[in-house]
C-alpha cells in the first residue's frame, strides 16, 4: 500500500536517462541550477554595467533562477525555461560562467574613448592594410531562375475556386 500511495509518485519524477550520448541524469538538477545561476550574477557583476553582453546574461540567468526557485521538479523547469533539459542547462550555465571569465580577460568593451575607428564609404579606395572581401558574381542561372519566378502568375491550386464569367 506504501508503494502505491507514496512511492510512485515519487518513483515517477526520477528521471532514468536524458537520451543524449554523454549527458548523464543530475538527481539535484534545480539545486544545481540554483547555485550555477547564483554564481554567474554575481561573476557578472565584474562587466561594465552598461554594457550588452551584461545586459543579455543578467536578464535570461534572473529569469531562469527565478523559475527554478518557483519550481520543485525538474519537469516543470524543462516546460516552463523550453530550452531543452536541465541537464543541458546545467551545461549551458557551466559555459556561461567559463565564458564571464574569458570576457573579462579579454576586456573587449576596453576601447580607449580616444580611439578612432576608419570607416570606408562605399566607393572610396580602400588602404592595402584592410583585406578586401568581395562576394564573385552570381552564376547567370541564378537571375534566369529568378525572372521565371517573378514573372510568373501564381498558379492556382484546386481548392481556390475559378470565377466563372
Known amino acids: 500500500m506504501f508503494l502505491r500511495v507514496i512511492g510512485r509518485p515519487l518513483m515517477a519524477k526520477a528521471k532514468q536517462t536524458t537520451g543524449i550520448v554523454g549527458l548523464d541524469v543530475v538527481p539535484n538538477a534545480r539545486e544545481v541550477l540554483i547555485k550555477l545561476y547564483s554564481k554567474t550574477l554575481k561573476e557578472i557583476q565584474a562587466v561594465p554595467e552598461d554594457e550588452g553582453y551584461r545586459k543579455a546574461v543578467e536578464s535570461f540567468t534572473r529569469h531562469r533562477l527565478k523559475v527554478c526557485q518557483e519550481e520543485e521538479d525538474w519537469e516543470a523547469i524543462e516546460k516552463r525555461l523550453g530550452c531543452g533539459q536541465v541537464e543541458e542547462l546545467i551545461e549551458e550555465a ?56 517573378t514573372s510568373q502568375p501564381p498558379a492556382v491550386t484546386s481548392s481556390e475556386s475559378v470565377p466563372q464569367q
Not at 565564458?99 to 580577460?105: A, H
Not at 575607428?117 to 583585406?131: T, Y
Request: charged share 35%.
Open 94 to 149: 557551466q559555459d556561461e560562467l567559463k565564458l564571464i571569465d574569458k570576457m573579462i580577460e579579454w576586456d573587449p568593451w576596453g576601447v580607449p574613448d580616444d580611439y578612432e575607428c576608419e570607416v570606408i564609404e562605399n566607393d572610396a579606395p580602400v588602404p592595402k592594410h584592410v583585406p578586401l572581401h568581395r562576394p564573385g558574381p552570381l552564376p547567370e542561372e541564378f537571375y534566369k531562375t529568378l525572372e521565371a519566378v
